[in-house]
């Protein structure tokens, strides 16, 4: 099939759709009561799998925002403004990780935001020492970052690994000047074959670099330079996001809406070229919007069918288990229930001071919602699907649903209990999970609800 009859087929099934993250969706979950039991859903989650504990920190500030960005930050205000949210921050770490329970070993961290190193170093490794004091870190322990390269120095980066950090995000987004420019980006601070390669020497073993395809004055020809120029940093990890724009939830990205932004069929055509040079360049596809080396955990995660996937993001099971969430907007995600702290900063510190409650919504899953979470996890990272008899019970006629894409060649039937995402379907995997899942059944229009699917 022709890049551009792929492309058609392919437009038919650019429908707003949840990217799950996580399930339900974070739309799907329900306000915080005054009498619902955070600590219990916290310390019952210590009985419950994965035992593994991963803790993810959010720093809602930037040196400055782009127009963009789709993340929960500000700008920086003044520093006694940062002192007074890591006070919280830290207030919140002492209140709740007595909940958790310490015969648990801690296998991931993350910093994410906003811009994590928008704060002076010493606030992120006072966290880090907290967690080191109260549990054992596995020895294979990930500690990562995001950082907006426009402010990453040598100093700065050696300060990191001091602290702890073991792994290393950049927002590239894209390489050309003009497109940064409209998108209110400045470009990174040192050349970024050279950023990949400082941070490796100082032992980073991992880099990341984000790509963005879809912005304002992107065409062919800017984004695929920008692909080539990605793999000559030699980072071990790409992640390839569709520009997600959505102005009813970020007003700033209405800046854009001055521009002519990408079509959806320029996008599948950015997207597929850029996939054929990573690929021909030897790095794996994983899942729906990463490349990785082959060497790389989450493509040996990848190939073992143990990939997970998270509000972060695609991980491994294994490093990942259940995840405990500080910091405003921050999610925690157990096993049994999400968790949402409040989006706000100033009321996140406020509550965190009155010893009030800093979650706003929450979501404790049934069993039924569980076996969903699962199903679609699982095609999502897998591609494929093979369900129990119980499975294929609860899906009841959604079964026939998802066989039936067999028909657009989006699907194989391997057996009466087995699905495989074919090559185009692996395209649209979020159209194909969104088949299943319950919670979309009204046939609701989603627009304004979820971004599109490509
Ligand atoms: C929290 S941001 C962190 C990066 C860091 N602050 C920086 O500026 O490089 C994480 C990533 O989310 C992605 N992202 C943010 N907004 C997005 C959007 N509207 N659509 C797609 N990806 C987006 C970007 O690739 C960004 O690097
Ligand atoms: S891309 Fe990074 S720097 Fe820009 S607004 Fe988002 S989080 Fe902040």
Same mark, same amino acid.
């Given at each position: 099939?022709?890049?551009?009859?792929?492309?058609? %087929?392919?437009?038919?099934?650019?429908?707003?759709?949840? &990217?799950?993250?996580?399930?339900?969706?974070?739309?799907?979950?329900?306000?915080?009561?005054?009498?619902?039991?955070? =600590?219990?859903?916290?310390?019952?989650?210590?009985?419950?799998?994965?035992?593994?504990?991963?803790?993810?920190?959010?720093?809602?500030?930037?040196?400055?925002? $782009?127009?963009?960005? #789709? $993340?929960?930050?500000?700008?920086?205000?003044?520093?006694?403004?940062?002192? !007074?949210?890591? !006070?919280?921050?830290?207030?919140?770490?002492?209140?709740?990780? *007595?909940?958790?329970?310490?015969? @648990?070993?801690?296998?991931?961290?993350?910093?994410?935001?906003?811009?994590?190193?928008?704060?002076?170093?010493?606030?992120?490794?006072?966290?880090?020492?907290?967690?080191? *004091?109260?549990?054992?870190?596995?020895?294979?322990?990930?500690?990562?970052?995001? $950082?907006?390269?426009?402010?990453?120095?040598? *100093?700065?980066?050696? *300060?990191? /690994?001091?602290?702890?950090?073991? /792994?290393?995000?950049?927002?590239?987004?894209?390489?050309?000047?003009?497109?940064?420019?409209?998108? #209110?980006?400045?470009?990174?601070?040192?050349?970024?074959?050279?950023?990949?390669?400082?941070?490796?020497?100082?032992?980073?073993?991992?880099?990341?670099?984000?790509?963005?395809?879809?912005?304002?004055?992107?065409?062919?020809?800017?984004?695929?330079?920008?692909?080539?120029?990605?793999?000559?940093?030699?980072?071990?990890?790409?992640?390839?996001?569709?520009?997600?724009? %959505?102005?009813?939830? &970020?007003?700033?990205?209405?800046?854009?809406?001055?521009? %002519?932004?990408?079509?959806?069929?320029?996008?599948?055509?950015?997207?597929?070229?850029?996939?054929?040079?990573?690929?021909?360049?030897?790095?794996?596809?994983?899942?729906?919007?990463?490349?990785?080396?082959?060497?790389?955990?989450?493509?040996?995660?990848?190939?073992?069918?143990?990939?997970?996937?998270?509000?972060?993001?695609?991980?491994?099971?294994?490093?990942?288990?259940?995840?405990?969430?500080?910091?405003?907007?921050?999610?925690?995600?157990?096993?049994?229930?999400?968790?949402?702290?409040?989006?706000?900063?100033?009321?996140?510190?406020?509550? %965190?001071?009155? #010893?009030?409650?800093?979650?706003?919504?929450?979501?404790?899953?049934?069993?039924?919602?569980?076996?969903?979470?699962?199903?679609?996890?699982?095609?999502? $990272?897998?591609?494929?699907?093979?369900?129990? !008899?119980? =499975?294929?019970?609860?899906? #009841?006629?959604?079964?026939?649903?998802?066989?039936?894409?067999?028909?657009?060649?989006?699907?194989?039937?391997?057996?009466?209990?087995?699905?495989?995402?074919? =090559?185009?379907?692996?395209?649209?995997? @979020?159209?194909? !999970?969104?088949?299943?899942?319950?919670?979309?059944?009204?046939?609701?229009?989603?627009?304004?609800?979820?971004?599109?699917?490509?």
């Amino acid at each position: 099939m022709s890049m551009e009859s792929i492309i058609e %087929v392919l437009l038919r099934y650019n429908v707003n759709a949840p &990217r799950y993250t996580s399930y339900p969706p974070a739309n799907f979950f329900d306000e915080v009561k005054e009498d619902t039991p955070i =600590e219990s859903i916290w310390r019952d989650s210590n009985a419950l799998f994965p035992e593994a504990l991963s803790f993810y920190f959010h720093v809602p500030f930037c040196n400055k925002r $782009c127009y963009f960005c #789709g $993340c929960t930050s500000e700008n920086l205000k003044e520093e006694s403004y940062v002192e !007074a949210y890591f !006070a919280a921050l830290y207030s919140e770490m002492d209140k709740k990780l *007595e909940w958790i329970s310490k015969e @648990r070993k801690v296998h991931q961290i993350h910093f994410g935001g906003g811009t994590p190193t928008s704060v002076p170093t010493v606030y992120l490794k006072s966290v880090i020492d907290r967690l080191k *004091e109260l549990f054992e870190f596995t020895d294979f322990v990930e500690v990562a970052i995001e $950082c907006n390269p426009a402010t990453v120095t040598e *100093e700065l980066l050696l *300060e990191l /690994r001091e602290a702890g950090f073991n /792994r290393v995000s950049y927002g590239i987004q894209d390489f050309n000047l003009k497109v940064l420019k409209k998108i #209110g980006r400045e470009p990174s601070l040192l050349p970024v074959p050279y950023l990949v390669d400082f941070s490796k020497k100082i032992g980073f073993k991992s880099v990341n670099l984000d790509l963005i395809y879809g912005l304002p004055g992107q065409n062919q020809e800017v984004f695929l330079d920008s692909v080539h120029k990605t793999i000559e940093a030699n980072p071990e990890r790409v992640a390839l996001f569709s520009y997600a724009h %959505v102005p009813w939830v &970020r007003p700033e990205q209405k800046v854009l809406d001055s521009y %002519v932004i990408p079509s959806a069929r320029d996008k599948m055509r950015f997207f597929l070229n850029a996939r054929a040079i990573f690929m021909e360049a030897g790095y794996l596809e994983v899942g729906m919007d990463h490349f990785v080396k082959p060497s790389d955990s989450l493509g040996i995660a990848a190939k073992t069918g143990s990939l997970h996937r998270n509000f972060q993001g695609y991980c491994t099971r294994e490093t990942t288990g259940q995840v405990y969430a500080f910091g405003s907007s921050a999610i925690s995600q157990l096993d049994n229930a999400y968790l949402q702290n409040t989006k706000n900063t100033s009321e996140y510190i406020r509550t %965190v001071r009155l #010893g009030l409650k800093t979650e706003i919504k929450v979501h404790e899953l049934s069993v039924t919602e569980k076996m969903y979470r699962d199903m679609i996890e699982r095609l999502m $990272c897998n591609h494929s699907l093979k369900v129990s !008899a119980k =499975e294929k019970e609860l899906l #009841g006629n959604k079964w026939g649903v998802l066989c039936a894409l067999a028909k657009d060649e989006l699907v194989e039937v391997l057996s009466d209990h087995e699905i495989v995402a074919t =090559e185009l379907g692996r395209l649209v995997i @979020r159209f194909v !999970a969104s088949k299943m899942d319950p919670l979309l059944d009204s046939g609701a229009n989603n627009e304004g609800v979820f971004s599109k699917t490509i």
